[in-house]
């Protein structure tokens, strides 16, 4: 039912239940407070699934395209070892370009997720409503930068243990 003046919600519930009592009747936002996180069976769950399998994906993805960074580099890296680059010197490099991909992945991620936003309200309208939390922004990033850290760890590992001499020579 949909009334002239919203204020009169709670009274005519009031009154419906009063006259209805068998039934369970609720306001609009009562209703859709019901499909929460918490009120759907395993939603929580599954959630919590798909985020770690999706920070796996993301580990897995940054490892190999390290890992290609690393095999490609072995040039660069032998010639940085040779004039006296320290092991810290040259994993803090592929740290740092680690860090800074992560950072500007993250952001580039909230962006798209406002344009798919924007995609979802312009062809589906009001059927699927689709909300941005920003207080997420903060576990995102660190879920993105963690991943890739560590993702970026054994290749960083692996270059700061080859020979300069080997990486000379490698074609």
Do not use: C, H
């Not at 960074?69 to 010197?89: C, D, F, Q």
């Not at 370009?97 to 309208?125: K, N, P």
């Amino acid at each position: 039912m949909k009334l002239d003046d919203p204020k009169l919600t709670n009274q005519v519930l009031a009154a419906f239940k009063q006259k209805l009592p068998d039934y369970s009747i609720y306001s609009v936002e009562e209703f859709t407070s019901l499909f929460s996180v918490n009120n759907v069976t395993g939603l929580r769950q599954f959630i919590t699934v798909v985020i770690l399998l999706s920070a796996i994906v993301g580990f897995l993805v940054v490892f190999l395209s390290m890992y290609t960074a690393v095999l490609e580099r072995t040039r660069e890296i032998g010639v940085l070892k040779s004039l006296g680059a320290s092991p810290g010197y040259i994993l803090d490099i592929l740290l740092r370009e680690t860090f800074m991909l992560a950072v500007v992945g993250t952001v580039l991620g909230i962006a798209l997720s406002f344009a798919t936003r924007w995609l979802i309200l312009e062809f589906a309208g009001a059927t699927l409503t689709s909300m941005i939390t920003p207080d997420w922004w903060p576990t995102a990033a660190m879920i993105a930068i963690g991943g890739a850290l560590l993702g970026a760890m054994y290749p960083g590992w692996k270059a700061i243990r080859q020979d300069a001499l080997e990486a000379l020579s490698y074609e």
